[in-house]
């Protein structure tokens, strides 16, 4: 049998990885965003907003609760008026994966002298039978989500049901930047229900679109693609370097005093959750 060169191999090879990546990316650029789908339990009612000069009518804040194992006993969604004028505190929490994991989640939470406290968190849109891994998550698999939430049912599942070590440091924000940065968030949730959009673990997943926005309120302040932003754990760091935190102390300080985890064990689910864990003059630890 006629032995074909290593010169030919080498060249087959070549044009067939580059026919193969060719057909991956033209799969890619030309699949459809899912605007319908068996969607996990809490991701499956889309929020908006309405405005109406200081007032904003969210609709579909969702509000469950959880049992141990996290699966939701209760579905609720609420709609709620805000008066953009009483909003006093923004804040950012992150929760790491794990306490040893380079990844984690980041979101918002808005706080109104009312006693109401807002949360707008960035996620990837997953049917049941789908599940989140960093390789999905750079392909487009997923479509973009902004889910409005009843902080303590945003808070709850993940401190008190994962027991996530979570961190709530507050924004160095006054209320009219704090105001500018809700419209805004509520103006993109609005807009992905009209026109969908993927979601991506580099340039569009939580911390990079939190990173967007912020730049619309103070330009230039984050860099939307920063190691920080894709290693997301570290992203108080960033944050903290940056001059977002109200804190002058050191980060490892910083976590010590803005961790909720175990303030939130203990309190349980009380209806001035939000309040009780950030009993912040405390050791919390």
């Not at 605007?35 to 009612?45: F, I, P, Q, S």
């Not at 923004?90 to 979101?107: E, G, L, Q």
């Amino acid at each position: 049998m006629k032995k074909i060169p290593y010169r030919k191999i080498f060249k087959y090879t070549g044009l067939f990885i580059i026919l193969l990546l060719a057909v991956i990316i033209i799969w890619q650029l030309t699949k459809q965003i899912p605007t319908e789908g068996n969607w996990k339990d809490t991701l499956k009612v889309l929020s908006t907003a309405e405005f109406n000069g200081d007032l904003v009518t969210v609709k579909n804040v969702r509000n469950f609760q959880y049992n141990a194992s996290g699966t939701p006993t209760v579905e609720n969604w609420y709609d709620k008026t805000y008066d953009l004028k009483k909003l006093v505190k923004v804040w950012y929490i992150i929760d790491p994966f794990y306490s040893t994991s380079p990844f984690a989640h980041t979101f918002l939470s808005f706080q109104f002298s009312d006693g109401s406290y807002l949360a707008i968190t960035i996620e990837a849109r997953l049917t049941k039978d789908q599940e989140y891994s960093m390789w999905s998550g750079f392909t487009r698999t997923f479509p973009l989500m902004y889910i409005a939430a009843d902080e303590r049912d945003a808070v709850y599942i993940r401190a008190n049901i994962n027991k996530d070590g979570l961190y709530v440091y507050p924004l160095k924000a006054n209320s009219t930047d704090g105001r500018k940065l809700l419209v805004d968030m509520l103006n993109r949730m609005n807009d992905l229900v009209v026109h969908p959009t993927w979601y991506n673990a580099v340039y569009a997943n939580c911390t990079s679109s939190i990173a967007e926005h912020v730049n619309k309120i103070w330009p230039g302040l984050l860099p939307r693609f920063d190691w920080q932003v894709l290693f997301t754990s570290y992203a108080d760091q960033l944050a903290l370097d940056s001059g977002l935190l109200d804190t002058n102390l050191p980060l490892d300080q910083a976590r010590s005093k803005f961790y909720v985890t175990n303030i939130a064990q203990k309190i349980g689910y009380v209806s001035n959750y939000s309040d009780l864990i950030r009993g912040f003059t405390k050791n919390n630890r």
